[in-house]
């Protein structure tokens, strides 16, 4: 018997819901049927390129979940602050919702979208595409299993990359709280998420330190333009738009990601033009940003263990970094390789877990994007949301350790979680 090929809408058709719907056509494991998007050559692209037929275009995601339902199940792609609406709106339709992260920039949104997708009893799955890579399970394996024994203390480090938080935090969409949410959020709910997978629960305590220290006005370089184009000092800049977004001309890969996000044409005189006009040409030192750039969280569990995640704008774009110590042994990981350490034989044991070096969204996060869909896709054609790896409920819990960790930076406080 052939099997049924799951339906799905698409709200907002960037980037991340390019990837997903990329995926579901590529693998032919679900059937685009329509699109919700606001800009006409972004919508008609997103047409072309899956096959969507005249009906199933809408310029308003509202127009879209008041037909009749049109799908099983709905991609939401939309920014951060819209994701409350539209969500909620696909669940009460009977959607099966996967929703780009994080669930919303508040603790109330949020928790809305959870328990409209209980209440309606559909599948709600949050991208944290960090816990599909097979880099993740392998070493969760190993956690089970106890190679290390009893796990007492995670070190993790995620490299933003220096370009890449220029490109997103400080020119991008998410370079103001007032607008987005806060980099934690809007980056890092990953990693917070990932270690309390790893420890198998969320802490009991929190702190936190962060804050903006380079990505503003004191310290601009002397002589420096408000716009990258024609700046005297370009040639020395490591922030310098110009060489970033020029570089990407010719990569297909580049040219789908950052690229995109500055301009549709993809040619010297189309990234000319972007980096004169609009935001991704403004001096990193003169726009209006008021994100942190750097970030530590340390965390207690209620055993004692404790962990910390580190987030920096300030190294090269790459996999994260993990150091797991537990009472017989310890692993390093860099995101491909494991470095196993036996304390009872005090042997080491090398795993290469296969995956690629690009750590970027443009090289689908080490295959983690890919798995995360396909997981979606079965557990909504076998109607098994067991397929998926975090429940709405697991997603607002770690959740809520990042808006703790926030109040920690913010009041000076350690914040006990309830």
Partial sequence: MQERVPTIAVIGAGLRSSVYASEATGTSMARIVAVAEPDPARREAFRVRHGIPEEGLFEDWRDLLAQERLADAVIIGTQDHLHLDPAVAAAERGYHILLEKPIAPTEEAATRIVEAAERNEVILAVCHVMRYSPYTQHLLRLIREGAI??????????????????????????????????MLLAKACHDIDWVSYMMGRIPTRVSSFGSLNHFRAEERP????????????????????????????????????????VTTDATEAGVEKALREGPYGRCVYASDNDVVDT??????????????????????LEHRKTRLFGTRGSIEGDGRMLRIHDFTTDTITEVDTGLGDDASMAGGHG???????????????????????????????????????????????????P
Wanted: glycine share 8%; proline share 3%.
């Fill in 149 to 182: 024994g009893r796990v007492v203390d995670i070190q993790h480090l995620e490299q933003v990359g220096w370009w890449h938080f220029a490109h997103s935090f400080v020119r991008g969409n998410w370079r103001r709280e007032d607008e987005s949410t806060t």
């Fill in 222 to 261: 002397e002589g420096a333009a408000d716009r990258c184009w024609e700046c005297p000092v370009r040639a020395s800049c490591p922030y310098s738009a110009r060489r970033i977004y020029l570089d990407c001309l010719g990569d297909p890969e580049k040219e789908f990601w950052p690229l995109s996000a």
């Fill in 295 to 316: 970030q530590v969280v340390s965390m207690e569990f209620d055993d004692g263990a404790t962990a910390t995640v580190t987030v920096t704008a300030f190294a090269a």
């Fill in 367 to 417: 295959g983690a994007d890919g798995e995360l869909a396909r997981a979606f896709f079965a557990a909504i054609r076998d109607g098994d949301p067991t397929k998926v790896l975090t429940s709405g409920h697991d997603s607002l819990d770690t959740h809520r350790v990042v808006w703790a960790a926030e109040d920690s930076r913010r009041d000076g406080v350690v914040v006990t979680i």
